[in-house]
């Protein structure tokens, strides 16, 4: 049962096979050359089968182009013996996907023998990129300016120029030869030419023109013959001439004064100049005299010659003068060999560019001349050479430049000084670089200075305040010594009074006790403002200013009020400056006990964006602060002076209500 299973299917595949091979019977073949125009790539790749009647019209290396009532095509066909133009044929074979489009294999055909051309399709220049006239028979109408042939006069080419484009002919016949003497004949003749259009492609399969293919020479005619004109003057080859109807080749000569290419160069007769281009590469060298036959060619402005042969010429001719160049940069002496001296600003590749005047021209070198032999730049020079102008239809310049004929065209008349720019700019930007860098060590050492002046300034500060410290001390000293002397003569006349006169004696203990009294408060006062600075350093503030003034306030029988606006840090604060606060804080607390006579004393502290602000205030009788202070009173001028000694300000306001005295101390100098 497997086994018979297994055969039956082998016996089905085996006849599917060639179904799937072969091609569809209901395939009918295509019986017009339109027909196979219209396929796509991909109905071309299935080879449809064609049976057409055409009439060969022109001859390609593999085949031929032929067409019949409805266009033209490509027939690929590998035989030895190509039909004629002019055969008519009936065609069988395959169509094929070419990549610019599909064409027909031939398997077979059968001629009928020769006849007449089809009727030309009238071929515009215009249709060039359109198509139109691809493969099919046309006709044409140019000036014949080249015609050259193979050694077997079966193959050619030539050039047409139409006005409009210039388009190359492709003389091919496989079947019989070309009369070549006729057609070179052609040469300077407006023409009338049949054959068929092959299309040009480029590597992307973009159409991007048409060459023709005439395979006879008898599909050439002529229209209006070329007349041998008498040559003309250089300046005279664009000049209208009225004889002909359509564009024709012109004789003229001149003197090579400039090379640029293989298929170009400059030539100038008397003070006119022009720009050749030659059909094929030329042999001409500078200081050449020679005849030149060609069209004329607009560049722009500026009219020159093109598809032209140079030849010797018959009369030689004088020898090209260079002329001083007026107007470097104006369309004036336009291709014309001239003189210009200028300094040389700059050198680019093979491009110096040369000042003269105001105006900047760029001059182009010839190729061979190293590096080492150009002037460098700076130098005053002296350039020979001829002026290339490209200036549109109405004369605006687009640009100017000169172009060299050798080395010997660059002449130095003075060489620039050892201070080049590029060297004067490296100086400058080195002494910039030494300004920068003294600069940055000025504001370094600046900076140092300022540090070690700001220690300097403390260390004169803290000293001038110890100094100020050991006055106050042997002030004081001397004046409790003095006190407490007073107090012992009262004690010892007492002793001498004491059974003598009881009275007096009693009189001089009362006055040592009032004796010790003062120098008792003299000696709490001065020992109260002593005691810090001898522990400055370990000074707590402001708790222990705070409690030394409730101590003075309790004394007095005054009420003491602390309020703070906000917690005061003051742990940053320098020892310095906590003494000197704690001493102003006291004399303030002090001059409204002594002379306020106040009920009570406010002391606020708060910080501010500016600094922190120290308050004593009063609800005393005041005082006129307008007034200086009687003499022997200098606690309101102590306070300002230890204010300066730390940057920080006193404020004192006084009225009938009271008096009230702000210290501020700045931030920074916390």
Known sequence: MGKGLHLLLWTLVLSWSPLQAAPPETMKPLRNISSIRELNYADARMAPPVQLRVMVISHHENGFDAQDNSGGLFFEYRDEKMPPPGETLEIFGN???????????????????????????????????TGIGDNRWIKIEGLMVDVKFNEDKRSGQGLLVTGQNDLVIRFYNETEDFDVEKLERLVGSWVELQGSAAPLFNDLSQRIGADIICSSHRFTRVLEEGKDTESVPLNEIGRWDSRRSTPGLLKTSGRVTLIEGPRSFVVQSEEHGARVKTLRPHQVIVDDSVDLVGIPDTEGYFVGLQYATATPAENKLDPIEPVTGNAPTSRAQAFQLINLSGRLTEREKRILNVQVGEEIVPVLLPGGIPNSELPPQGSEIEVTGVKLVDADQRGEIRSVSLALRRAEDIGVVATPSWWTPKRLWTAILLLAACIFLFIIWTLALN???????????????????????????????????????????????????????????????????????????????????????????????????????????????????????????????????????????????????RHGEPSSVTI???E?????????????????????????????????????????????DSSSDGTRVDLIIPKRHK
Request: proline share 4%.
């Open 608 to 652: 501010e964006d500016s600094g922190y602000v120290f308050s004593v205030k009063d609800n005393g009788k005041g005082f006129d602060t307008t007034k200086p202070p009687p003499g022997g009173h200098f606690g309101l001028q102590g306070m300002e002076e230890r204010a300066r000694q730390i940057n920080a300000t006193i404020s004192i």
């Open 604 to 606: 606020e502290m708060h």
């Open 95 to 129: 169509v094929s996907g070419g990549v610019y489009g599909p064409y027909v294999v031939i398997d077979e055909l059968k001629k009928f023998g020769r006849k007449n051309m089809p009727r030309p399709l009238n071929f515009r220049p215009d249709f060039v990129q």
């Open 447 to 593: 900076r140092r200075v300022k540090s070690q002046t700001g220690l300097i300034q403390d260390q004169i500060e803290s000293n001038a305040a110890l100094e100020e410290r050991n006055r106050i001390a042997r002030e004081l000293h001397d004046t409790l010594s003095q006190g407490f002397s007073g107090v012992g003569y009262q004690l010892a006349s007492v002793e001498n009074s004491l059974y003598n006169d009881p009275d007096k004696a009693k009189e001089k203990l009362n006055t040592a006790r009032q004796m010790v009294e003062h120098s008792l408060t003299e000696a709490r006062d001065s020992l109260s403002g002593l005691r810090i600075p001898s522990a400055a350093d370990k000074l707590e503030f402001p708790g222990s200013t705070l409690s030394i003034a409730q101590e003075r306030c309790g004394e007095a029988g005054i009420t003491m009020v602390r309020y703070n606006g906000a917690e005061i840090d003051t742990s940053d604060f320098n020892a310095e400056v906590k003494y000197t606060c704690h001493r102003i804080l006291l004399e303030a607390v002090t001059n409204a006990i």
